[in-house]
C-alpha cells in the first residue's frame, strides 16, 4: 500500500453492540475506515468478494458457517487479502485451526485498542500478529507435533529449500529460543545466527520469526531428527 493510504476493512461480528462500539473506535483513526460489516459467516464471506478489502477482522463465534470456516473461504478466493481474528476464545485446537485456514494474526478481545490498531497496520504491511497466548500454543503445537515432522528429502529439494543448519536454527527460533540463545546451543556467533534467520525468512518468504514457526508446523520443514536432538527441543 501507499504511505498515507487508508486501510479498508470489512468488520465481522455477531454482537451488534461490540461490532459498534470497535467500529467508532478503529474509525477514530485517519488511515482506517470500516466498508462494510457482515454478522454471520456467510455474508462475511460475500461481502469480501464484493468490496475492494485490505483486511477482515473476523470473530469466529458466527452464526452460520462459522468464522473459521469463513476465514478459510475467503482466503481460498483471496489469498492476498489478510484475515486477522479478535475473537474471546484461545483455545490450543481452535488457534491450529485458523493457521490451517490461513489466518494471519489472532488478537484477544481484551487486547487495548491501541495495541488492536497496531496489529491492524502490521498484518496489512504483511507480518504476522499472534498475541502472546497464541504465540505460546504455537510453540507447543511445534513440540506436540515434532515426532510427525517430516525430514525434507534431499533427492526432491526445492530450489529454495532449506539447508541442514537452517532446519536447525528454524527448530530453535519455533521453540521460542533468542539469537543469543541460539547462538549458545549451536557454538556458533550471533551474527551468524541472524545472517540464517534473515536467509530462512527470505526462502520461506515470511516476513518474521513467527510466521515462519507457523509455516514449519503447517508444512513440516524441520527434520523430526533435529526435533529429537539434545538441545534442539527441550
Known sequence: MKPGATLKILLVEDDELFRLGLKMRLQQEADLEIVAEAEDGEQAVELANRYPLNLVLLDIGLPGIGGIE??????QQQPNLPVLILTSRSEKALILRLIEAGAQGYCLKGI????????????VAGASWWDRTATYEIRAAFEDNRTSVLPISTTEQPENSLTKREQEILALVASGKSNQEIAKILYIAPGTVRVHVHAILQKLEVRDRTQAAV???QKGLVASDLLSQEGIVN
Open 215 to 217: 509455516l514449519a508446523i
Open 70 to 75: 469463513a476465514c478459510r473461504q475467503i482466503k
Open 112 to 123: 487495548p485498542p491501541e495495541s488492536l490498531i497496531l496489529a491492524l497496520r502490521s498484518v
